[in-house]
Structures are given as structure tokens and as C-alpha cells.
């Protein structure tokens, strides 16, 4: 990447379930404040960002738009898969619609892809080759770089990872419709399927964050809430043990909401004691330094690359 073209001016947006975020990028640093606003329906979602970006242009030289997105993502970049609770967004053809509206060139990616991307380029993971991100939130999502290029697939869902399989025995009902995969065990859902196991009386009272409060009371519940927590830091393990040998990262790197609740030096030890013994020690696991701006940031970082 020329330092010239990183040095451009670009509008990143961040199109989630329940808002969108734009902001200006260059060189991988945020030129304005992070604007949000509540995701309208479809197509619609195109409107906002046009306004923001005429509202931008009439201050800055804007050279392109990247935007992240939940959803699966075509290479002519358009949603074509399963979009996060957005709906009418399926289909959309984003990057024509804009293109032919503005003249500018557009990056759509993924979202987990997009964030993926800015650890690589200017997160904590700088350079690590391969890079392994996984995202914990209420699903399981990830992003995976090797050779500094994301792995996006034939069918546009690398890095999917929530739906890989920790289990054959039809235990746990993923979101996908499928059993079994990590997402149903490392999400926030997997988390409440464990609250549920450990306090069959009284889950609906406990919420996730809850459970992590718990382990630090001083009655009997506490031990049940570390042993929910030890089980989830067990399937991320495992997870992170099927990833490892097919990919062998240099580093991996956990973001989203519940990756604040990880304990690092644990779920180390965990994958260490599955992966193969020549491996053992070289699992590198951090948490994201860039939280909820990566995607934004990274779908900038792939829009100015595409100069
Ligand atoms: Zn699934």
C-alpha cells in the first residue's frame, strides 16, 4: 500500500443491527467524531449514508467510502447473507447503488472481516501472519488474515467461524438452525444455555453480566457461576484448538462485548492443554485494542488500499 493513498480521506460507516456509524479515516485515524444513528429498514440504510456523505463533502475531499456491515458480503458487494436483524438489507446492492450515485469508488465488508483488518493494520496483532480474530457478543462471529489479505472464501463466508462444530450429538440449537456449532456454546446465548444448566431454579433471574458478579459472591451460587464460566472459557478453548490447526495464527485476537469477560491467562492454558504438544506454546491470545471502531476503521483501511 502506497503511504500516499493511505494518507486520503475516506468515509467509514459501520451498518449494525441497531445503529450506523460514520466517521472520517485517514491513515487509520479518525479525522471527526464518531456519528450514530438507529438503523432504518433496507435500502434505506443508503439514504443515511448519502446524506452523511454530502454532509461530510461539504468540509473534506472525501476519496472513497468503506463500509462494514452485518451480513455476509458478495465481491461486487452486495448483502448476501443473514444481516443481523436488518431487515430488507438481504439483497442490496450496495456497492453499485452508491458507486453510481457518487462516482467514488465503495468497499462493503463484512463486519468481523472489516475489524479483522484493522487489527491487522493498526491494531495490537499489527503484522501477525496468520491473524485469528474472534468476536463474543450475542453471536460468534471472526475474521481471519493471512499474508495481510482477509480470507473471504469462494462463497464470500470465510471467517464464519460461530458455525464451525464443537460437538455431534445435537446438544445445543444454534441460531443458524444447525446444533452444535461454537456460537451456540461461546455467545452470549451459549452463556444463558449455562446459566440455565447451573441455576435450573432461578435462571430466568440471572443475566449474563450477572453471572459474572456471582463469582465473586460468598455464597454456594459462586461456585456454580465459576463452573459456568470455567465450561465457556472451555468451548472457546476448543474452538480456538480447531482454528489453531487448521490456520496455526501467530496471534489471535478476542473482541466484542464478552471478550471483556475472558480471562486470557486461563483460556491460554485451556487451548494449550487441547492443541497438538508442539504447539502448546505458541498460542498468543490478546483482547482488541480497537473495541466497537474496528469494523468502522478497517472497512476505511480496505477502501483506501483500493485507491
Ligand atoms: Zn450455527
Not at 465503495?106 to 501472519?129: K, L, P
Not at 462444530?165 to 449455562?194: H, I, M, P, V, W
Not at 431454579?201 to 461456585?223: A, C, H, Q, V
Request: proline share 3%; aromatic share 8%.
Amino acid at each position: 500500500m502506497k503511504k500516499t493513498d493511505l494518507k486520503k480521506t475516506i468515509m467509514g460507516v459501520d451498518v449494525g443491527g441497531t445503529k450506523i456509524a460514520f466517521a472520517l479515516v485517514s491513515s487509520g485515524r479518525l479525522m471527526t467524531p464518531i456519528y450514530t444513528v438507529k438503523t432504518p429498514k433496507g435500502e434505506k440504510i443508503l439514504n443515511v449514508v448519502g446524506k452523511f456523505y454530502e454532509k461530510f463533502a461539504r468540509k473534506y475531499l472525501i476519496s472513497g467510502v468503506g463500509i462494514s456491515t452485518a451480513g455476509m458480503v458478495s465481491d461486487e458487494g452486495r448483502i448476501v447473507g443473514s444481516t443481523g436483524n436488518i431487515p430488507g438489507w438481504q439483497g442490496t446492492k450496495v456497492k453499485e447503488i452508491l458507486q453510481k450515485q457518487y462516482r467514488l469508488p465503495i468497499i462493503v465488508e463484512n463486519d468481523a472481516n472489516a475489524a479483522a483488518y484493522a487489527e491487522y493494520q493498526i491494531g495490537s496483532a499489527r503484522g501477525a501472519n496468520p491473524l485469528l480474530m474472534i468476536t463474543l457478543g450475542t453471536g460468534v462471529g471472526g475474521g481471519i488474515v493471512v499474508n495481510g489479505k482477509l480470507v473471504r472464501g469462494a462463497h464470500f463466508a470465510g471467517g464464519e467461524i460461530g458455525h464451525i462444530k464443537l460437538s455431534y450429538t445435537k446438544q445445543r440449537l444454534c441460531t443458524c438452525g444447525r446444533y452444535d456449532c461454537l456460537e451456540a456454546y461461546a455467545s452470549g446465548n451459549g452463556l444463558f444455555s449455562l446459566i440455565k444448566h447451573y441455576f435450573p431454579d432461578k435462571y430466568k433471574k440471572i443475566t449474563t453480566r450477572g453471572l459474572f458478579k456471582l463469582t465473586k459472591s460468598k455464597n454456594k451460587d459462586s461456585i456454580f457461576a465459576i463452573r459456568a464460566i470455567e465450561d465457556w472459557h472451555f468451548y472457546i478453548a476448543e474452538g480456538i484448538c480447531n482454528l489453531f490447526q487448521v490456520f496455526d495464527p501467530e496471534k489471535i485476537i478476542l473482541s466484542g462485548g464478552l471478550s471483556e469477560e475472558v480471562d486470557i491467562k486461563y483460556l491460554t492454558k485451556q487451548t494449550a492443554q487441547m492443541v497438538l504438544p508442539a504447539l502448546e506454546k505458541s498460542i498468543r491470545i490478546e483482547k482488541s485494542i480497537l473495541g466497537n471502531d474496528a469494523g468502522l476503521l478497517g472497512a476505511a483501511l480496505l477502501a483506501s488500499q483500493s485507491l
